[in-house]
């Protein structure tokens, strides 16, 4: 059967038409025939990341980006990813931007979730996730570094200012003489130290002999001590305190009338009777001063003894 010169042209332009929809399709990332997964990721910043960036697991490459579009109402970033392989990944395993190194772009890792068996499939979305490169820790790192060190300098600028105030002509010329002084000083005391020295030398015996009899000092020192804990001083002091709480004791009884002393203290009608005795007892002494003979009767011619008068009580003063 013979085909006719319409159909072959229009196979040819069919065929033309579908080679041209695969080639431009396959310039722009995309295979008409390709079988693999896909997965999509949102993120609010993918900074570096472009698309045909490798798509990796511990390492190894299993995929690409093959997309990257901005969602209008959010203004986030929509990343679509396109797995090569037919390896089980759960949904809740991550998908993070990190950077491999100083000269590549940044790249996508996965960090699949073995524990979880609910697999995505292809469509599904990944939990997004960043993490920081060298070049951004160290920015972050020496971000307040920098904050604090800007301060520092400032500071600095505003110390020197004030100094410079400070030091005016006057004030420097007292300080050169200041330190012309102490030049002095130092000077003079290099002289007391080398004056010391050669003293110390000097008197090296004597200094011996000092420190020799502060060590028979101490030894005898220690001497007494032990002289005075052969003693027994404690037992003395403890005789001493039994001694002290005796004469306490009798203390306290005499306050508490106790005893003769406690109720010549205490008790007024002893204290009467003793004033009462002695007042008659001194009137006793005065009747024999004036009235010997009525005591003592030495007669040679044979006289009476007088009657005895008692004597008149001494009327008190008022």
């Known amino acids: 059967m013979k ?31 390709d079988t693999s997964r896909k997965f999509y990721v949102v993120y609010d910043n993918v900074e570096g990341l472009v698309p045909a ?28 990813i396109q797995m090569d392989n037919d390896l089980p990944i759960s949904k809740s395993s991550t998908a993070s931007i990190y950077e491999p190194g100083f000269i590549g772009g940044k790249q996508i890792a996965i960090n699949p979730n073995f524990q979880d068996s609910n697999f995505a499939q292809s469509g599904d979305y990944l939990k997004p996730a960043v993490i920081l490169g060298l070049t951004a820790s160290l920015e972050k790192n020496l971000a307040p570094i920098q904050e604090k060190l800007n301060n520092v300098l400032e500071n600095a600028d505003k110390l020197m200012i004030n100094i410079n105030e400070i030091l005016d002509a006057r004030t420097k010329s007292n300080l050169r003489q200041t330190v012309t002084q102490l030049n ?18 000097d008197n090296k015996d004597k200094l011996g002999t000092a420190v020799t009899n502060l060590d028979k000092t101490t030894g005898n020192f220690a001497k007494i001590s032990e002289d005075l804990e052969k003693a027994k001083l404690g037992e003395t002091v403890e005789n001493l305190e039994k001694t002290l709480a005796s004469v306490n004791k009798m203390v306290a009884d005499m306050e508490s009338g106790k005893g003769t002393m406690g109720k010549l203290m205490k008790d007024d009608a002893m204290y009467n009777n003793l004033s009462k005795a002695s007042k008659e007892l001194e009137l006793l002494l005065q009747d024999v001063r004036l009235h010997p003979t009525r005591y003592v009767n030495v007669s040679m011619f044979g006289k009476k003894e007088k009657p005895y008068v008692a004597p008149k009580e001494e009327q008190p003063k008022k």
Not at 62 to 73: F, L, N, R
Not at 184 to 201: H, I, P, Y
């Open 53 to 80: 960036a490798a798509v990796t697991i511990n390492g190894l490459t299993v995929g690409k980006v093959s997309a990257i579009t901005i969602q209008d109402k959010t203004g986030k970033l929509l990343v679509e």
């Open 3 to 33: 085909i006719s010169r319409e159909v072959k042209t229009a196979i040819l332009v069919i065929g033309s038409i579908l080679l041209f929809f695969w080639g431009y399709s396959f310039l722009k990332g995309k295979n008409l025939f």
């Open 184 to 201: 002095e000083t130092m000077a003079n005391f290099n002289s007391v130290s080398g004056n010391l020295d050669k003293m110390l030398a």
